[in-house]
């Protein structure tokens, strides 16, 4: 079998794919323009502007849709109808700023032969990379250095979408490991760890064992990495391969050595500039639905019923705030004074509660605590003080959470459902880590786009 080694390019099949829909995109409008003239484009430079225009617009509306995810497990239907919510959008985009600028519209003819031409072509590449994808020619060959416990870990990402990065090539028994788990096929340890690197052609190999202390084998691991052989440890791998920073494996003395957690004052400027810019044009955009959800409330609750509710959260570094929001609820649904932990089939939801909490318009509020500097619009989900103080006596590294301002959305709300108990909480704060060390602008600006998949898939955070 022909393999590719995709050594530092974890994400080779989707840059791939995203290259090829962009030139399938590109061409479109000629053929559109082709069909039309009968196989002659008089000045195809001339309508350059507006093709260069209206591929962008396009690759993220399917950015948007989730069809770039690397892990996305979408059903070829579910594919269909991303694909054509996709172009739509791109589309309408185009068309609306098409009005404003009449060199770029263009006929009602040409467009339809280009979007069906663009819906045809991307449907077959879809197929032909759900094929691939799923085949071993662009993974990463890895061998873990493990058998027990920690390296039953990777054998427990048993879903094809997690492993679409990685093909376990075997596991080599660590010094005072014992076999845990079922691993794919476990190696002879009497040989060199480079030899049998070299012999199932490893791209990368994972140090999975259960305990190092005196028993990591330094030379033999620099001998691999120094012939080429990626050398990464297993919190790192997990991390790259699922998107999260796994509590129950990390310690303090990883978190400080890793790369990242870094809050430069550049990127300080550019978030809050950010958050100012886009918080402000989506406050524009959505006003009118500040009213029609104002006037819905009223008519369910009555004209003295509220419409919007403050609630005490924890912001950057602990420091409490009032986050807004539309009210979802009964007026009165802690009138005990018990604090309860919401869920996605909540009795105390409204009818209109639970509509717009379906299409978080819920959260749209909570754009004035963005202007007002409490809140980013990227970030982990701001949680009430209650729970923050009882969640960090019994979750390591909770309020490392706090590093950062919460947001509006975030990673691990487009990464993770509906948080209704401790366990949850968890799982998310995996994902809020991952976050706080990885975070940057293009990051932000991924989880923007993702937040589009969630609200019209019905995924994520509720």
Same mark, same amino acid.
């Given at each position: +079998?022909?393999?590719?080694?995709?050594?530092?390019?974890?994400?080779?099949?989707?840059?791939?794919?995203? %290259?090829?829909?962009?030139?399938?995109? $590109?061409?479109?409008?000629? #053929?559109?323009?082709?069909?039309?003239?009968?196989?002659?484009?008089?000045?195809?430079?001339?309508?350059?502007?507006?093709?260069?225009?209206? #591929?962008?617009?396009?690759?993220?509306?399917?950015?948007? +849709?989730?069809?770039?995810?690397?892990?996305?497990?979408?059903?070829?239907?579910?594919?269909?109808?991303?694909?054509?919510?996709?172009? $739509?959008?791109?589309? &309408?985009?185009?068309?609306?700023?098409?009005?404003?600028?009449?060199?770029?519209?263009?006929?009602?003819?040409?467009?339809?032969?280009?979007?069906?031409?663009?819906?045809?072509?991307?449907?077959?590449?879809?197929?032909?990379?759900?094929?691939?994808?799923?085949?071993?020619?662009?993974?990463?060959?890895?061998?873990?250095?493990?058998?027990?416990?920690?390296?039953? #870990?990777?054998?427990?990402?048993?879903?094809?979408?997690?492993?679409?990065?990685?093909?376990?090539?075997?596991?080599?028994?660590?010094?005072?490991?014992?076999?845990?788990?079922?691993?794919?096929?476990?190696?002879?340890?009497?040989?060199?760890?480079?030899?049998?690197?070299?012999?199932?052609?490893?791209?990368?190999?994972?140090?999975?064992?259960?305990?190092?202390?005196?028993?990591?084998?330094?030379?033999?691991?620099?001998?691999?990495?120094?012939?080429?052989?990626?050398?990464?440890?297993?919190?790192?791998?997990?991390?790259?391969?699922?998107?999260?920073?796994?509590?129950?494996?990390?310690?303090?003395?990883?978190?400080?050595?890793?790369?990242?957690?870094?809050?430069?004052?550049?990127?300080?400027?550019?978030?809050?500039?950010?958050?100012?810019?886009?918080?402000?044009?989506?406050? &524009?955009?959505?006003?009118? &639905?500040?009213?029609?959800?104002?006037?819905?409330?009223?008519?369910?609750?009555?004209?003295?019923?509220?419409?919007?509710?403050?609630?005490?959260?924890?912001?950057?570094?602990?420091? &409490?705030?009032?986050?807004?929001?539309?009210?979802?609820?009964?007026?009165?649904?802690?009138?005990?004074?018990?604090?309860?932990?919401?869920?996605?089939?909540?009795?105390?939801?409204?009818?209109?509660?639970?509509?717009?909490?379906?299409?978080?318009?819920?959260?749209?509020?909570?754009?004035?605590?963005?202007?007002?500097?409490?809140?980013?619009? %990227?970030?982990?989900?701001?949680?009430?003080?209650?729970?923050?103080?009882?969640?960090?006596?019994?979750?390591?590294?909770? #309020?490392?959470?706090?590093?950062?301002?919460?947001?509006?959305?975030?990673?691990?709300?487009?990464?993770?459902?509906?948080?209704?108990?401790?366990?949850?909480?968890?799982?998310?704060?995996?994902?809020?880590?991952?976050?706080?060390?990885?975070?940057?602008?293009?990051?932000?600006?991924?989880?923007?786009?993702?937040? %589009?998949?969630?609200?019209?898939?019905?995924?994520?955070?509720?």
């Amino acid at each position: +079998m022909i393999t590719l080694k995709t050594s530092g390019l974890p994400r080779l099949p989707i840059y791939v794919l995203f %290259v090829v829909e962009g030139l399938v995109l $590109f061409s479109s409008p000629y #053929v559109g323009w082709s069909l039309k003239s009968g196989g002659v484009v008089e000045d195809p430079y001339s309508v350059l502007p507006g093709v260069a225009l209206f #591929v962008p617009l396009v690759l993220l509306g399917l950015t948007s +849709m989730g069809l770039y995810h690397f892990h996305q497990r979408a059903w070829f239907h579910e594919v269909f109808g991303r694909l054509v919510a996709g172009l $739509f959008f791109g589309s &309408l985009t185009f068309v609306l700023l098409g009005l404003a600028i009449p060199s770029l519209q263009v006929g009602l003819d040409v467009g339809a032969i280009a979007l069906l031409y663009s819906l045809t072509l991307l449907l077959m590449i879809r197929f032909l990379f759900r094929k691939i994808i799923d085949k071993n020619v662009f993974r990463r060959k890895t061998l873990v250095y493990g058998t027990g416990q920690n390296a039953a #870990v990777i054998s427990d990402l048993r879903r094809r979408a997690d492993r679409r990065g990685f093909e376990i090539v075997g596991n080599v028994p660590a010094l005072g490991d014992t076999i845990e788990g079922q691993h794919a096929h476990v190696l002879d340890e009497e040989r060199t760890l480079l030899e049998i690197a070299r012999e199932t052609q490893a791209d990368e190999i994972v140090v999975a064992m259960d305990d190092r202390r005196g028993k990591l084998p330094e030379w033999e691991l620099l001998d691999c990495k120094l012939r080429g052989i990626d050398v990464i440890d297993l919190i790192t791998f997990l991390e790259r391969e699922t998107g999260k920073i796994r509590v129950d494996l990390v310690d303090s003395g990883w978190l400080i050595f890793s790369p990242g957690f870094r809050i430069s004052w550049s990127r300080r400027v550019l978030k809050r500039l950010s958050d100012l810019l886009i918080g402000t044009l989506i406050l &524009l955009l959505t006003w009118p &639905l500040f009213v029609i959800i104002a006037l819905a409330i009223k008519l369910e609750d009555g004209l003295r019923a509220p419409v919007m509710y403050r609630q005490r959260r924890s912001g950057l570094r602990g420091k &409490l705030f009032s986050v807004f929001k539309f009210r979802s609820m009964q007026v009165d649904a802690e009138k005990a004074g018990e604090r309860k932990w919401a869920n996605v089939d909540d009795e105390r939801t409204t009818r209109v509660g639970r509509v717009i909490r379906r299409f978080r318009f819920d959260e749209l509020p909570q754009l004035i605590n963005v202007l007002r500097g409490q809140m980013s619009l %990227v970030g982990p989900r701001p949680e009430r003080p209650e729970f923050v103080d009882k969640l960090a006596e019994t979750i390591p590294f909770y #309020v490392e959470r706090h590093s950062v301002k919460p947001g509006v959305t975030g990673w691990a709300q487009v990464r993770y459902s509906y948080a209704a108990s401790e366990e949850d909480a968890t799982e998310k704060l995996q994902y809020d880590l991952y976050y706080v060390k990885n975070h940057s602008l293009l990051l932000d600006l991924a989880i923007i786009l993702q937040t %589009v998949e969630v609200i019209l898939w019905s995924k994520g955070a509720r």
